[in-house]
Nanobody
């Protein structure tokens, strides 16, 4: 089993930055791809960014490209999401997810492990 714990959420103003962290424990060798998803009230959970832990290759949703950066520190079993130039529409619960294959995908059902989520609120 793999456990994922997110941290770093909070309340910020538009234009501010936040860095989210996702700490993995347990059978971390099976977390080949780690991704961030988000879910706003009344909306479906959506893909934000993903990273392949082996080589650091990344993929982003168009809505965050150029503003968000996903990175990893394999020694710490941690994946980060640096969020800059935040907008009110970025307000959501942000979830960390992991899957046991090498391909970054954007589909919620393809991820095997999930964290409990961290709230990000951006005021205008």
């Amino acid at each position: 089993q793999v456990q994922l714990v997110e941290s770093g959420g909070g309340l910020v103003q538009a234009g501010d930055s936040l860095r989210l962290s996702c700490q993995a424990s347990g059978r971390t060798f099976s977390t080949y791809v780690v991704a961030w998803f988000r879910q706003a009230p009344g909306k479906e959970r959506e893909f934000v960014a993903g990273i392949r832990r082996s080589n650091g290759s990344t993929y982003y949703a168009d809505s965050v490209k150029g503003r968000f950066t996903i990175s990893r520190d394999n020694a710490k079993n941690t994946v980060y999401l640096q969020m800059n130039s935040l907008k009110p529409e970025d307000t959501a619960v942000y979830y960390c997810a992991a899957r046991s294959t090498m391909i970054i995908v954007t589909i919620v059902e393809r991820y095997d492990y999930w964290g409990q989520g961290t709230q990000v609120t951006v005021s205008s």
